[in-house]
């Protein structure tokens, strides 16, 4: 199988090149090789790469930035995606399409099931969601992939941002209000090739297990860290409401997804996420 992967140089492309299958023909495409703001250069790297399947993990994520540049996210992620399924469709290629969970208000008590009805609450939220709609509208067996707090050890994230914040700062302050679920990467990756392979269509969602607020995230990637020489010494982490934190764009305050679908469809268990957090940082610091 011809497999192209658009946004390979994001933290999922990353994974996705690492985790790569035997018998997968890869082509990778990101920018500035293909420019999703143009249509010509979509349609010049897909018709270079004849694949048989697409993973599309390409977006705008800049959240705070979109209220601003709302015209510039909506091209990425929503009329370029548009312009990816519509080529799917002429040259009969299968899209597995990468999705958030800022699709939903977050105003929940319960994990979000893929059916229930989105209500983005951020311009990337809406963007993702009109996205969403794009692909569903323009093909009839698209699979759509939606998830939540990704971290890595490539690129730029959460796990990343409080390592270098716990060795430089007396302290720190982080949000308890809002609760998901922290997601490895590459767990991510294993599961859209398992899907990619199986043929699955519709729409799923995948994190790790657990449930944690970003202070519970912060904590435990302290104690990890401290326990793997990757930072200097504990420091005190205060949790605090998110009005303590205002940005221009808004969180969702609940965004555990409900990932009962995808168990039964993969058959697979997912990993809880201190343990995907643990594998990460000791790959960091075997990196070092």
Not at 85 to 114: E, Q, Y
Not at 259 to 269: E, F, G, W
Request: hydrophobic fraction near 45%; charge should be positive; glycine fraction near 4%.
């Amino acid at each position: 199988m011809k497999v192209l992967v658009l946004g390979s140089n994001g933290q999922l492309g990353w994974e996705l090149q690492r985790t790569c299958p035997a018998g997968i023909d890869l082509t990778l495409c990101d920018f500035p090789k293909v420019d999703f703001t143009r249509s010509d250069s979509i349609h010049q790297c897909i018709k270079a790469a004849t694949p048989d399947c697409i993973i599309n993990a390409a977006a705008y994520t800049a959240v705070d930035k979109a209220e601003s540049e709302s015209a510039l996210a909506d091209r990425i992620n929503h009329l370029a995606v548009r312009e990816i399924a519509v080529l799917c469709r002429k040259n009969r290629i299968r899209l597995v399409h990468i999705s958030t969970d800022f699709v939903f208000s977050g105003k929940n008590h319960k994990p979000w099931l893929p059916q229930d009805p989105p209500y983005p609450i951020s311009e990337y939220g809406r963007t993702k969601l009109r996205g969403e709609q794009a692909v569903l509208e323009t093909l009839d067996t698209p699979l759509i992939i939606r998830t939540a707090w990704l971290y890595s050890a490539h690129g730029a994230n959460f796990v990343k941002t409080m390592l270098r914040l716990m060795n430089e700062k007396p302290a720190l302050t982080v949000i308890d209000e809002q609760i998901g679920t922290p997601t490895r990467a590459r767990g991510l990756a294993d599961i859209v090739w398992q899907a990619a392979r199986r043929n699955l269509s519709g729409i799923f969602h995948w994190t790790d297990a657990g449930v944690a607020s970003w202070y519970d995230f912060a904590v435990a990637i302290q104690e990890m860290a401290l326990d793997l020489g990757l930072i200097k010494a504990a420091i005190p982490i205060l949790p605090v409401p998110a009005a303590a934190f205002p940005t221009p764009a808004k969180r969702p305050m609940y965004s555990v997804l409900d990932k009962t679908a995808t168990l039964q469809a993969l058959d697979v268990s997912p990993v809880h996420w201190r343990t995907q957090l643990k594998a990460m940082l000791t790959e960091s610091q075997n990196a070092s």
